[in-house]
């Protein structure tokens, strides 16, 4: 760790932001030292992105004040931040999915040739030492959209770290990555630390705080709750700080004996070459696909749910044939899927949180052809209560809510509509651990109920935490089973890198 200065690199002091009559921000202050990784945590709605929307200037403050080097500036725009040296990696990416990596990567600092053409040669030769910088394989010729979530933010972080920002601000990076890409993302923060700069660390995932940070700021519904050295705290210190709470059980996972088969996967195939895979989960289950990104987790669970067209094999639930060709008849079968990028694939951001919630479920509230409203509205508001979402935010539009609050107007979709099987891709993606605990609660209340619960986690500690059997994926194919109560995170790395199956000298486990 390098000598702290005495002097704040960055001070912001009693920053207020209100929108409407919703105060995000109270008076809150926050300072950051050069060469310092400074954590800053709290619940969905804490305000901890407010701040940092502020300090990008992508959003106004409406009072306070903020100091670089002891001097006031302004920031009235992303513009004046990068004049300033500050950067930022967003939980929701910057960039544009029709154009390619190397496109992406180089926007607003295109080179050109002595003509002042493009010079797509140059462009692709930075583009590779970008991504060869924070350790990412990533062909730099394809179309950013055509990439999974995690590719895509190995993507924004490798074009933000370019810059070589002063302050670079950092928000859920590692949410939607593999702990390999996490790892080479540690390597470039400690880089940037050693090289002066001051970093601010935004995360939900305690082991990565305590990793990497060497203060740790906490934010409790928009207000200033307190800023320790984390030599001197403790996580369930930090927790109770959070939520104004101990949490004796995050995971909440009783272990119960299986009931019936429900989900019998058998043979599945993809054009994409996933597959083939066979497995079962049973009424009570709670199953886990884990491996590291690109693994094929999210490609069978699409072809599960019929969101992709499966090239062989079959699926049945409960016994009956529910091999699906679209997402309505998967429906019709009995499945349900919360997926990867609730923005993009489940939610109708302009829409209200009420027609989110409801959407699947408007066919049992119908008679004589009339949608009973109230019926409707009563269901959703017992879920909205059951996930401790707030009734106020009932008529908001889906897209006002924190990134928390969405995922679970997305989950409580699925609890109104009592699925024979549920599948979760990466449940818990930039949700804080209040949410987090209420989210796994419910899951495990479905499994309780006889749901056939089908997980892809990329946190390994949640993976096995929430999870009966875990199985392991590597090259689109299940490559090992484990049992939870026995599995450790070096169980399933083993496999899921292949090391188990070169300590064997064979292609699979």
């Not at 993302?185 to 880089?191: A, G, P, Q, R």
Request: glycine fraction near 10%; charge should be neutral.
């Amino acid at each position: 760790m390098t000598m702290l200065q005495s002097q704040p690199l960055l001070r912001l002091e009693a920053v207020t932001k209100n929108f409407g009559p919703t105060q995000a921000l109270n008076a809150v202050d926050f300072d950051l030292r050069a060469g310092e990784v400074h954590a800053l945590m709290g619940e969905n709605g804490a305000g901890k992105s407010t701040l940092m929307k502020i300090l990008a200037g992508n959003v106004q403050r409406d009072a306070g004040r903020i100091l670089l080097d002891g001097e006031e500036i302004d920031v009235r725009s992303p513009a004046d931040a990068a004049a300033h040296g500050i950067a930022v990696i967003h939980q929701e990416f910057n960039a544009v999915p029709a154009m390619t990596v190397a496109e992406n990567l180089a926007l607003g600092q295109e080179p050109r040739n002595r003509y002042g053409m493009l010079d797509r040669s140059a462009m692709l030769a930075s583009a590779r030492r970008k991504l060869a910088r924070i350790g990412a394989d990533i062909d730099p010729r394809r179309e950013l959209g055509e990439l999974s979530v995690g590719l895509q933010q190995m993507v924004e972080i490798a074009r933000v770290v370019s810059e070589r920002a002063r302050i670079l601000v950092l928000d859920e990076p590692t949410a939607a990555l593999s702990r390999a890409e996490a790892l080479h993302l540690y390597d470039v923060i400690e880089e940037m630390r050693a090289a002066g700069s001051g970093l601010i660390y935004i995360s939900h995932r305690m082991e990565e705080v305590w990793q990497l940070a060497d203060r740790v700021t906490v934010f409790r519904d928009g207000a200033f709750i307190g800023t320790r050295e984390k030599d001197r705290i403790s996580p369930p210190d930090v927790v109770r700080m959070m939520v104004g709470r101990p949490l004796d059980d995050l995971y909440h996972h009783r272990r119960r004996s299986a009931g019936d088969i429900v989900l019998d996967v058998s043979g599945l195939c993809g054009a994409d070459g996933t597959g083939p895979v066979s497995f079962q989960v049973r009424a009570g289950e709670v199953v886990c696909l884990a491996g590291l990104i690109g693994a094929g987790r999210t490609e069978v669970a699409r072809l599960v749910f019929g969101a992709d067209k499966p090239s062989g094999g079959t699926v049945t639930v409960r016994g009956k044939p529910a091999t699906a060709t679209s997402c309505g008849r998967a429906m019709a079968a009995g499945i349900g899927m919360v997926p990867e990028d609730r923005k993009k694939q489940a939610l109708f951001l302009d829409h209200s949180v009420e027609d989110n919630i409801a959407i699947s479920s408007l066919h049992t509230h119908v008679r004589s052809g009339v949608l009973r409203r109230e019926r409707i509205r009563g269901a959703v508001e017992g879920q909205m209560h059951r996930l401790r979402l707030r009734r106020s935010a009932l008529r908001l539009p889906a897209g006002a809510l924190s990134g928390g609050n969405q995922q679970k107007a997305v989950l409580a979709r699925w609890l109104m509509r009592r699925c024979d099987v549920l599948i979760l891709d990466e449940p818990t993606r930039g949700v804080d651990v209040g949410a987090r605990s209420e989210i796994y609660e419910a899951i495990d209340e479905l499994a309780a109920a006889g749901t056939a619960i089908l997980v892809i986690s990329s946190d390994l500690p949640e993976a096995i935490g929430i999870s009966d059997r875990i199985l392991v994926m590597r090259a689109g194919r299940i490559v090992h089973e484990l049992l939870s109560h026995h599995a450790t995170e070096e169980d399933v790395m083993f496999h899921a890198t292949g090391m188990a199956a070169h300590a064997h000298g064979d292609d699979n486990d």
